[in-house]
Structures are given as C-alpha cells and as structure tokens.
C-alpha cells in the first residue's frame, strides 16, 4: 500500500486529478458510443442494459441498475421498452413476490452478438495507440479505483467488475485472449 499522499493542497490541480480525467474521458465517449448506435434499434442505454444482462450473472433489477449507473426509476422504464419490445423477460419468484428476475430473450441475444464488433472496434480504434500490456494496466488501476469507491464497510459489493479476472475478460461467454495464453483455473 501507498505510504505517502499523493495530492497535496499545492500540487492538486485540474491536469493532475483523477476525476476530472475520468470526467473528461467520459463525457469525450459517451457522445461518440451513442453515435454508434443511431442507425441501430438499439440506444446505447439499451445495448449497455443487454450487455449487462447477456452472461447471467446480473438478473435482479437493483444489480443491474448499480452495475450500469442508472437510478430505478429510469432503469423501470428501459426494462418496460425493453421487455415490449421482445428483447428483455420479467418474471416473478413464486416464493417471494416481490423478487424480480430479468433475463435476454433469444432476441435480445442475437442483438447483443450482432452488435457487439461495432463497440469492439470503437473500443480498439481509441485504445490503438496503447500497448496491450498498457490496456491490461489501464483496466486493473481502473478496477481498483472502482472497487476501492464502491468499498462500504460491512457491504458486500453488488458490482459485477470484481467476479471478472481483470487481465483476462469474458465477453459473450469468450475468453478475450488466445486460448494458448490463457492460464488453466
């Protein structure tokens, strides 16, 4: 662990933080992801909410609004377009009512696959000037930022990031390396 603290009054300033760099990265993106989807039938809120969905580890609706950053209310409505739309199931427990469990129709499926070598290669082409072992870097520091925010003592953490190997992703059930490279588990 870290000894000394990295800012200080006098050396903190907008080139050097953290927040404003991710701030900035994500206001940068965000417009250019939903530009990849304006000829699709999907928004990028939607593709986000399908991706969310596609591995089965998110099924409640309180997992998936944590997991993609978007309040209950406006999370309620996306699965009402969603499940109208023949992309996203809704079911109740037959034990507890109140319980919720969302799951990608065969539908919703296909457009996931179908659409998910657009993002790929918008993805690829902005981290192009990176090394692979940079990426690799980027996405664990990134990880541990994410995780180490979430952290509230005494709650056990609802975001998915944490049940992945953060140098070795999973994307539609894949390994995203070469299989000789991967390491058996």
């Avoid at 034990?95 to 990608?104: G, I, Y």
Wanted: proline residues 5%; charged residues 20%; hydrophobic residues 40%.
């Amino acid at each position: 662990m870290a000894g000394k603290p990295y800012y200080t009054p006098n050396n903190y300033a907008m080139k050097n933080s953290v927040g404003y760099l991710m701030r900035m990265c994500t206001n940068l993106v965000l417009p250019q992801m939903e530009a990849l989807f304006q000829d699709q039938e999907l928004t990028f809120s939607q593709w986000t909410t399908l991706v969310a969905l596609h591995d089965g580890r998110i099924t409640n609706p309180g997992d998936l609004a944590q997991n993609i950053c978007h309040d209950a209310g406006s999370l309620t409505r996306l699965v009402d377009q969603m499940v109208e739309r023949g992309l996203v199931t809704r079911s109740r427990s037959e034990t507890d009512r109140r319980s919720v469990t969302l799951s990608l129709t065969p539908r919703g499926s296909s457009l996931v696959e179908a659409l998910a070598p657009k993002v790929v290669d918008f993805w690829n082409e902005l981290l192009s000037g990176f090394s692979h072992a940079e990426v690799d870097t980027l996405i664990s520091l990134l990880t541990r930022l994410v995780l180490t925010a979430d952290g509230t003592p005494g709650r056990k953490s609802r975001l998915m990031i944490s049940g992945v190997p953060v140098s070795k992703p999973v994307f539609m059930g894949k390994s995203a390396r070469p299989a000789k490279l991967r390491k058996a588990s």
